[in-house]
């Protein structure tokens, strides 16, 4: 495809630029297909797929990991902006980066590998993300030798940062370190301040409505849910709560009555048994609920911004209230029901990263893989060294965490 056929559908020369220039290629891709084909090849999106989703990846064969749910978010995000006039290998390369920056168990392991690295910063698992993309999965080195990850066109970088600020303007949520800073603000050169892409907003939304969900189907496969006690006054209050607490701007009585109205609907089934025709029922819920969530979004971003390719800067995704209360609520099923009963399960988690962190610090670099050993070498001072640490433990699986713990820690 010729770049002005690119530039035509919506993009320019200045979105397809790359940090650091390459030679022409020789096949005919767009500049999106190759960087959905480096992410696809990435080391860093293999171990996901021994990477906690919401459960041990090895507690049930059915349950998603954090590969699964990326490939799973890549589809509908795919679709979603191929209809608002994205180009969908750039959705697809945003949504299959999204969570690579994940370390060991989830988020679980994302808050206690945070206290270990206080000293340098901290640690997110999004600011992870765009570390591994530029600088930890190995590809391509700039002029001066410097490694560039992945070496993603600027567009694509760009519709991978939810939350592009550092922790100084959000400690909450961010998504750039203090020593990533010039890649990142090369990817938003002349973007608005603390807004973004149309593409990364395309990304997080179709985030929410895959692991909202997934999570639900896998729920309840698990049997840690039952469809009908989710009918029960006091059960449906109890979610709304939770949901009112963790996921959304609203109160309880309104959530209640929203989720009441979500299970009206004529997909919503009144009972669940998981025999052929049960995981049938279940993946017709699973349809109409993904189904549900990107046609409100495209209708209601249509009716504000018309006809016509939406991309970069030139729109914002219009998501109705109604319907992101009902993501909310099917979150709040999984964490009301699912998260609690894993909560020794948890703490063992967070204990193992702390323990596994202290060790590779304590025996460094001889604890540090090959990889990262040269990068502790040349680090500049102890925080530098100690992101280095931190920069191993955040790329372990889950086996592979317990395996060295095992090893190291005793």
């Known amino acids: 495809m010729s770049l002005y056929h690119q530039e035509m559908n919506g993009y320019t020369s200045r979105d397809i630029q790359r940090w650091a220039p390459e030679p022409p290629k020789r096949r005919d891709r767009t500049a999106f297909e190759r960087d959905r084909a480096r992410v ?32 799973e978010c890549g589809q509908v995000g795919r679709e979603l902006g191929k209809v608002l006039g994205c180009d969908p290998d750039l959705v697809e390369t945003a949504c299959l980066a999204h969570d690579l920056g994940h370390p060991p168990f989830g988020h679980n392991g994302e808050k206690a590998l945070d206290d270990f690295a206080q000293a340098c910063g901290g640690f997110e698992g999004n600011a992870q993300s765009l570390r591994l993309l530029t600088r930890l999965e190995y590809k391509s080195f700039a002029a001066d030798g410097r490694s560039v990850g992945l070496n993603l066109t600027r567009a694509t970088l760009d519709a991978t940062m939810k939350y592009p600020w550092r922790k100084q303007e959000n400690p909450r949520k961010y998504g750039v370190y203090d020593d990533d800073l010039e890649v990142a603000l090369w990817a938003r050169e002349e973007a608005p301040e603390n807004r973004t892409c149309f593409e990364a907003q395309v990304m997080d939304w179709s985030d929410d409505v895959a692991y909202s969900v997934h999570d639900l189907e896998d729920a309840l496969v698990s049997g840690a849910v039952r469809l009908p006690l989710l009918s029960d006054p006091a059960a449906a209050r109890e979610v709304a709560a939770t949901a009112a607490k963790m996921y959304c701007d609203a109160e309880v009585p309104e959530l209640e009555e929203c989720f009441a109205a979500l299970r009206s609907q004529p997909f919503w089934p009144r009972t669940l048994d998981l025999t052929a025709s049960g995981y049938a029922s279940l993946k017709d819920l699973t349809s109409w609920l993904i189904g549900r969530f990107c046609m409100a979004a495209e209708q209601a971003t249509r009716e504000a911004h018309g006809p016509g390719r939406l991309t970069r800067y030139a729109a914002d995704l219009i998501v109705p209230r109604h319907v992101r209360l009902e993501v909310g609520l099917l979150k709040a099923i999984t964490a009301h ?9 948890r703490a063992h988690q967070r204990d193992v990263i702390a323990e596994l962190a202290e060790a590779i610090a304590a025996g460094a670099p001889d604890t540090l893989d090959p990889l990262f050993r040269w990068a502790y070498a040349d680090a500049a001072d102890d925080s530098a060294r100690l992101r280095v640490v931190v920069d191993q433990v955040a790329s372990l699986t889950d086996t592979s965490a317990l395996s060295l713990h095992a090893r190291l820690a005793g």
């Open 40 to 71: 696809l090849h990435s080391a860093a999106l293999r171990r996901l797929a021994a990477k906690t989703q919401v459960a041990d990846p090895g507690a049930h064969d059915f349950l998603r990991t954090r590969l699964t749910h990326s490939l």
């Open 337 to 345: 029901y699912v998260w609690t009963s894993y909560s020794e399960t």
